[in-house]
């Protein structure tokens, strides 16, 4: 009887410390990667609904910033999590230039289950390697300065999205 009680300790826990750990959520936030598909639990795709990965989103993204004057190779990508001003969760993907000097991102927005859509680029911050990071509060971009000891002054582009739907 010692046995079974003990199995069925043993089993109910197991099961309980499994649950527990099960990771539900859609992205995994604030750590940075080489790939979206990493840190993504969830189908992202582009503004016309099409599935989109790290090497389309790369290259999409790195045409418009050269679009825009900027010759870079994107690198790593990360997830933000925020709060807009009614305690509603969002999203943004950023993305970080090889040399370090250039973060660009876009907000998600739910689709579907199990589907978000990455926005049109919003914010670039742009500067010096140690300074100059993007960062989300709310629906809001701004960008960190650059060290005194530098030289360099971080500048900050965003792209302002006009709803014409009624």
């Known amino acids: 009887m010692k046995k ?4 069925l300790t043993f089993i109910l826990s197991s099961f309980i410390f499994i649950s ?3 990771d539900d959520s859609d992205f995994v936030v604030g750590q940075e990667s080489l790939t979206i598909e990493e840190i993504s639990n969830v189908n992202l795709v582009n503004t016309e609904g099409k599935l989109i990965s790290t090497s389309t ?6 045409e418009q910033m050269k679009e825009e004057g900027f010759f870079v190779e994107l690198n790593t990508f990360e997830i933000i999590e925020t709060y807009d001003e009614n305690n509603n969760k969002l999203y943004f ?3 970080t230039s090889k040399d370090g000097t250039i973060e660009t991102g876009a907000f998600l927005s739910v689709e579907d289950n199990n589907v978000y859509k990455v926005g049109q680029k919003q914010c670039t911050c742009t500067g010096c390697p140690n300074g100059c990071h ?4 709310g629906n809001e971009c701004t960008c960190s300065g650059c060290p005194e000891d530098t030289s360099k002054k971080c500048t900050k582009t ?8 009624p």
């Open 20 to 22: 527990c750990n099960k």
């Open 93 to 95: 993907l950023k993305t």
């Open 158 to 165: 965003e792209s302002v999205i006009i709803d014409t739907e």
């Open 134 to 137: 993007l960062e989300v509060n």
């Open 4 to 7: 079974i009680n003990l199995l």
């Open 57 to 62: 989103l790369k290259t999409n993204w790195e």
